[in-house]
């Protein structure tokens, strides 16, 4: 069973692509709505979150955990695989980073939260394969999405205010940081022009999931979070494109 | 000594009103930053971390609590008097209605997070007293300030898409239902007319504080946080034009 966690719905875009490369996977999900979010919290607070997430997944029968998150991928990834030597640990930074060297591009965007882009795990990743990036935390695109605004007008402008600089930069691909960011890839697709190859990076840990874990017993399909709201539950049907059930974790 | 809580930094404008009336004021000031924001979690998951926040106050010293947070003060006061029966608990809301009130006015905007809008409070305490009430909720408010967009285009766009609706309502007044709000307040006023008078929730309380409350012992003001960032004492030192040194709270 694989277990998936984020700071709180946005690693639901995670989920969206396992049920489209596997529709049958058994997981459980653990959203951490009552603390989220996570990007803009210090790593020493993220790692704790996120040995607790971990913990709750692995007692709720996960035999293997996916941080769908990339703040706590970059900052607590160590933390966790050395708290948990025997689950296999999948991070979402590893599988964009080598989309990126797959496509042999020289210059690169990587967008984040402040806690990811101040992590420098892309950064410093890409620089050791020679790929030029441009890093940018764009704080304000969590509370956009959360609010719905997709497409809104306002969005445009403050896509236009964080991106600027990276199309200037003129990159040829662009890493997606943020399992929120992909619900925003229409506004930024056409902010940054077609050229410009968006990688998402939650997409990504999918491919290399599927690839190491073999499914096992009945399909089993939960999903908790810490904090509930009827808001949640629409957001996540709107998402995934069917109804969802929270259930109610207490971390 | 006096304690004053909120789910982050937006409750030093609350301090910093504070500080203006009663510069030797003795306080120990909590921000929930390992956990913020309360505004868009819900009820019951506010009043676990208001408890857990008033209880770490009382621990170092206060006789008296100051819920300088609006959703926190519209969901917790009750479970807060409640748990606490012998200590003076001051919310924000009551003060903010009074001076309403006072204006004699007919018809008045209320802004606040999705939990301080859901809950009603303000509303069905100026609807008893025959006051017409205009609420809506404005989630992107506190991203913005924190953010520090205060006089940005972005913002501007912003605070029309969320402030239409109650400036073609003709208000006479509108209540800022959030601590981080008064950061905003000069883009807002000029949005919504200098005819309508804009009500400081959490300088309100202050009044109100320093009427029933009387300093003893020697100065004293601490700072705590329980997510530490050098962030968070840039922003406290700006908005309160003075260093600010936090220490950490485990709660």
Known sequence: MIGLFDSGIGGLTVVRELLRQAPDASFVYLGDTARTPYGNKSPE????????????????????????????????????????????????????????????????????????????????????????????????????VEEGWLTDVETKRIVKHYLSSIRQAQVDAMILGCTHYPLLSEIIQRFMGKQVRLIDSGAMVVGELLRHVSQDGARSQRFFLTDLSARSEEIAAQWLARPVHFEKADI
């Open 45 to 144: 607070t993220v790692i704790r979150y996120a040995l607790e997430d971990a913990e709750f997944l692995l007692k709720h029968g996960a035999t293997s955990i996916v941080i769908a998150c990339n703040s706590a991928s970059a900052v607590a990834t160590e933390a966790l695989r050395r708290a948990h030597l025997s689950i296999p640990i999948f991070e979402v930074i590893t599988p964009a980073v080598e989309a990126v060297c797959r496509l042999n591009v020289g210059r690169v965007g990587v967008i984040g939260t402040r806690a990811t882009i101040a992590s420098r795990a892309y950064e410093s990743r890409l620089r050791e394969r020679g790929i030029e990036v441009i890093a940018k935390a764009c704080p304000l695109f969590v509370p956009l």
